[in-house]
């Protein structure tokens, strides 16, 4: 994978996906990939980012770059133009009553069966890790190509303007919960109902990013209110997490 669950950069996939770029080119090259082949290590670095992680988008990206190219080494120009072409492969495979549903899934991480067919086009793409506990973690992202499109950038613009609403209403903590966070809270519920307790602080954890997430797009000084409503409420739910998780031992 390319990037963590909360966003940042993951520096170790993207150094195998650097060490594939190397396989692939002339053996003469392979040590000097920057700046013979590419102008800089962040022109490279941001073609790795731009396939997702995906091997094959990877191969696409790198053959659109050379394509588009005059000579080597690639810059950062040219990586764009690539990417706009593999982009617009992407944005013909949603329907536009979909751009809303990747948007849920760019906030939350998750998907239920009703987005999972974005999964078979790769508009969303899956990636695990292993936790600081040992067990493997699951979660989901947008493809980063269809992150800087209009349509999604709209549609991620609108949801979280939806959840500002509700965070502005007199609606009760669990009723926003299951507005803003049905997935979560619908599993939460599962998982509580059964004593999995391991499970139910995992989930409240992952409320407490997409909260975070939610917070960090609210100027709180202009929308001071609705600001204070979000970091409540993810005090609630990392509440939740240490206190499920203390009865995990």
């Known amino acids: 994978m390319v990037r963590q669950e909360n966003g940042e950069a993951d520096e170790q996939g993207l150094e195998i996906l650097q060490q594939l770029i190397r396989q692939r080119v002339p053996q003469t090259l392979r040590n000097t990939l920057v700046p013979d082949v590419f102008e800089s290590d962040k022109v490279m670095r941001d073609l790795c980012l731009m396939s997702g992680g995906y091997v094959r988008d990877l191969v696409q990206l790198m053959q659109q770059a050379i394509t588009k190219t005059d000579e080597l080494p690639i810059q ?16 013909r495979a949603i329907e536009s009553n979909e751009w809303i549903q990747l948007a849920k899934v760019s906030l939350s991480k998750r998907i239920n069966s009703s987005q999972r067919h974005l999964l078979f086009n790769r508009c969303i793409l899956e990636y695990s890790y292993l936790a600081p506990e040992g067990d493997k973690r699951v979660f989901y992202d947008v493809h980063p190509l269809i992150e800087d499109t209009r349509a999604f950038l709209d549609a991620r613009s609108l949801l979280l303007g939806e959840m500002k609403s509700f965070a502005q ?32 602080s995992k989930l409240a954890l992952q409320a407490v990013e997409l909260l975070s997430r939610i917070a960090e797009s609210i100027d709180s000084i202009q929308d001071r209110d609705v600001y204070l409503r979000i970091v409540a409420l993810r005090s609630y739910w990392e509440l939740m997490a240490n206190l499920y998780k203390a009865r995990v031992f």
């Open 76 to 91: 950062t120009q040219v990586v764009k133009r690539a990417a706009d072409a593999l982009r617009d492969v992407y944005k």
């Open 169 to 200: 209403s007199d609606q009760s903590v669990d009723e926003i919960v299951l507005v803003g966070l049905e997935e979560i809270y619908q599993e939460y519920q599962l998982y509580l109902d059964q004593k999995d307790y391991k499970m139910v």
